[in-house]
């Protein structure tokens, strides 16, 4: 037994490192946190504006898109010179400019910048690991919620097993802990394989339900 529960310890760190070292290699329009005034995104344009050059920011659009982006650059480079007033505003409108046609570079929305902070934790802890230039704190991390995901519906699969050809009720209520429990597990395998998500198909993901069956 305790064999069968190293193994499964060892599988799910091997796992977590494969997605998080996708995750960090992948290109940076995967972030999902574009949107926030302490973003990614943001963070290139405010750089761009300080030192008066463009590159920093056209990492974060298509090559299309690039005229478009460098007008509204020098749009705002001779507004923000008028006023501290008149800075913030020029900024803002550039912020709006960059996040909006990435995003739509994308297929996806854009409904405003969000302030700073709006971040989650865990996409924090990653943009952290890339600072640091190290990912064992964000492994680890990773690998405990996966470990412990993919314990909980196991042992409620197995669980309703036992009764699964009692009755009727008793059958489907193994069929829901089955099926969350193969596709808990779909999902790391695919993470785990590269499988790139971009941000009008991780905003779809979210509105489908839990158990939709494809």
């Known amino acids: 037994m305790e064999a069968k529960v190293n193994y499964v310890k060892v599988a799910a760190i091997c796992l977590s490192a494969a997605i998080i070292v996708w995750a960090l290699i992948s290109p940076p329009i995967s972030f999902a946190h574009c949107d ?22 056209l990492k974060w659009v298509q090559k299309q898109d690039e005229d478009e982006i460098k007008k509204a650059f020098q749009k705002t480079l001779g507004v923000r010179k008028l006023s501290p007033q008149a800075k913030d505003l020029a900024d803002m409108y550039f912020f709006e400019t960059l996040v909006r046609i990435h995003r739509a ?29 190290s990912v064992d704190d964000l492994a680890k991390e990773i ?9 909980q519906r196991f042992e409620r699969v197995m669980k309703t097993k036992k009764d699964m050809d009692k009755s009727v009720q008793a059958g489907r209520e193994y069929v829901e802990t089955y099926v969350e429990f193969v596709h808990y597990v779909e999902r790391l395998h695919n993470d785990a394989l590269g499988t790139a998500v971009t941000h009008a198909e991780a905003e779809e993901k979210k509105a489908q339900p839990e158990h939709e069956h494809k």
């Open 36 to 57: 926030t005034l302490d973003g990614p995104v943001v963070t290139a344009a405010r750089i761009s504006l300080e030192k008066g050059d463009i590159t920093p920011a």
């Open 143 to 151: 690998s405990t919620l996966i470990i412990s995901g993919m314990r």
């Open 105 to 133: 570079a994308e297929g996806a929305g854009y409904t405003g910048l969000k302030p700073a902070g709006a971040v989650e934790p865990i996409i924090a802890a990653a943009d952290k690991a890339i600072e640091t230039g």
